[in-house]
């Protein structure tokens, strides 16, 4: 696309951007996109992302920052009343609005994905949109989310453990967290693609942390990928249809957990998943959800650490229910078949 027609379809994406409560903005992502390059020659650090970036979308956004505070984190998969597979996520960490993005990458998987808006460098904790520059830092939005579902009904997530950064030099092209994980969303429709197509990257962290990755498809798969002393380790279910369930520690034999966190939160998840052998109401896993959040004054930095959204996805029909900055009284229903829409859903918090 010649330089008009990329305007054109900026403007069409910065067109669809709502704010839909105090936290929480959707947005229809219409402008071209693609991950090709950062796939094929890798990227490493902050500023060769920030630079594969500019360099794709064709425009000189301000610089992006994943990952820079402090994460907590949950994520679990089951079933629901109608025996669809689904995969609760809690995402913890810094105060901020949050965003749902819709996609649809040139010869790629349409998905959505949810994000912090900390990591486009809004610096403060709600966006005002009629502030000049500031929305098109949202062009960057694909390139920084952290969850979500695509078509084939294939989910992920990250999370973060406290513990030696993973910096792989296998000879293998290199890639980030958000690259990876956007990689999944684009490419992969069941969990043994998402564990092959890490398999293919040497991965490099950031932030000096470890991540550990959550993955569930349609057929009731899941797994966890987890790097220990670089070392690539993929948790599988050890019968059709098990529960995992994954918080900020290791779950790998070797795993450094001497500051892994959530063991507590693991623990009730855990428990609440085996007595519902039979699965739960996407409800019950809001709740389930909503009773293992975090809110706390960060130890060294002036900010709050919450959990700024929770999202169940149902994995067949490709919904996601949502609840942003810890109101649980109310849910925001999406379908991956309708960019740009949802449904208010009014919960009874108990």
């Not at 995402?91 to 990458?105: A, G, L, M, N, R």
């Not at 992920?156 to 958000?178: D, F, H, M, N, R």
């Not at 085996?274 to 960060?298: I, K, P, V, W």
């Amino acid at each position: 696309m010649d330089r008009r027609e990329l305007r054109i379809k900026e403007d069409e994406t910065l067109k669809t951007l709502k704010k839909i409560s105090d936290h929480l903005f959707i947005m229809d992502y219409r402008y071209p996109y693609s991950i090709d390059g950062m796939l094929e020659k890798g990227v490493s650090g902050m500023l060769g992302l920030a630079l594969s970036i500019q360099k794709t979308l064709k425009r000189p956004l301000p610089a992006v920052s994943p990952f820079a505070g402090r994460f907590g984190c949950s994520s679990f998969n089951t079933v629901n009343s109608s025996g669809h597979p689904m995969m609760g996520r809690n995402f913890d960490y810094k105060e901020s609005d949050c965003f749902v993005i819709w996609t649809q990458p040139k010869d790629g998987y349409r998905s959505m994905g949810t994000g912090t808006l900390n990591f486009l460098i809004y610096g403060v904790k709600h966006i005002r949109l009629d502030r000049a520059k500031r929305p098109l830092r949202l062009l960057g939005t694909p390139y920084v989310t952290m969850d979500g579902i695509n078509e084939k009904g294939l989910a992920c997530a990250v999370l973060e453990i406290k513990a030696k950064p993973t910096k792989q030099s296998t000879g293998k092209v290199p890639t980030i967290p958000p690259i990876a994980l956007r990689g999944v969303l684009d490419r992969c429709a069941t969990v043994e693609e998402a564990i092959e197509f890490y398999s293919r990257y040497d991965m490099r962290d950031l932030i000096g942390v470890n991540y550990h990755y959550f993955f569930a498809d349609a057929s009731g798969a899941a797994a966890v990928i987890e790097y220990v002393d670089n070392k690539m380790n993929v948790i599988r279910q050890k019968s059709p249809g098990e529960h995992i369930a994954l918080t900020n520690y290791f779950l790998s034999e070797g795993g450094d957990n001497t500051k892994g966190r959530g063991f507590d939160r693991y623990e009730n998840i855990s428990k609440k998943l085996c007595e519902c052998r039979d699965g739960m109401t996407e409800d019950e896993a809001m709740e389930l959800l909503s009773q293992n959040t975090l809110l706390y004054h960060h130890p060294k930095l002036p900010h709050m650490v919450d959990t700024v959204w929770s999202s169940v996805f149902d994995l067949e029909s490709r919904t996601q229910l949502t609840c942003a900055g810890m109101d649980y009284g109310r849910a925001f229903k999406f379908s991956l078949d309708k960019p740009g829409e949802y449904e208010l859903v009014i919960r009874s918090e108990k």
